[in-house]
């Protein structure tokens, strides 16, 4: 068993995060990777770090993921997440789903399971037979969420998708994605997050990656296993920019992607105005918190 030094990343949505919101961006991200810096630090794995910084983020409704997520035409909270594992290569989603509180927990059980993609209805039976924590579809609308559906207003920092990619002491890679999709999006609509290739991936012999942005542009880009291909040859800081670059070449739309590959060096990238991404590792006393990649990033190993 080989023993690298643990990492974790986590990034709250390519978005523009209006001056009042950006305290609560940081702090959102900061928190997460804690969570999942903590569960790493004590020897756990990659999968189980990526679940609990997930959590955080799905419970703090300054982002796109379970409770306070963007509402859907009718007025819900439908809910889409998935994670990859890099050692087995094993994968695990949820789509359309509601009362779920924590979609990610949904998606790292699939892991285990044949099959491990799951819609509506059935996600949710899934999470009701596996313990997981499920709730009233209405318990997970936020007030500044419904206030926005009922005025229809247009939503300038609309939060976004959550993600985060870790690397456990064993090597092991984990990548995990969640979002409540689009602002008004049908009933019924999955995005890229909850697809391999698309909004997450991860492989012990080349990194892991989560992504955020226009799904509908996100899946013919394939977008996460993109920046992954490119880390043969590139910095995980390289292929991030590399990936998006190549996104816009050949498409509309904004997005943006963390990366770790699998020696644990970071990178991230996106074409939205903002993204808040934070970081963890030993060297560090505290996670190193992001709202934009413009600020430029200190030395990462
Ligand atoms: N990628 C998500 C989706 O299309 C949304 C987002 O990241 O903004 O569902």
Redesign the pocket.
Known sequence: MKTVKPVIVVHG??KTISEDKVAANQAGCRSAAEAGWAVLHQGGSAAAAVEAAIRVLESDQTF?AGFGSTLNREGEVEV?AAMMEGATLGWGAVAAVQGVRHPISAARKLMEEKPRLLVARSGERFAIKHGLEVCAKEALVSEEQYQEWKEEAEVVDRP??VGCVALDADGNLAAGTS?G??TGQPQGRV???ALVGC?LYADNQSGACS??????S?VPVVLAKTAIDALKDKHPDEAAEWAIKTFIERIEGEAGCILIDHQGRIGWAHNSQDMAVAYMHEDLEQPAVFTCKDQTLATIA
Do not use: H, K, L, R
């Open positions: 949505g390519a796109n889409d976004n998708t979002t999709g689009t995005g890229d997050s909004g992504t955020t942005g226009d799904g509908e996100i």
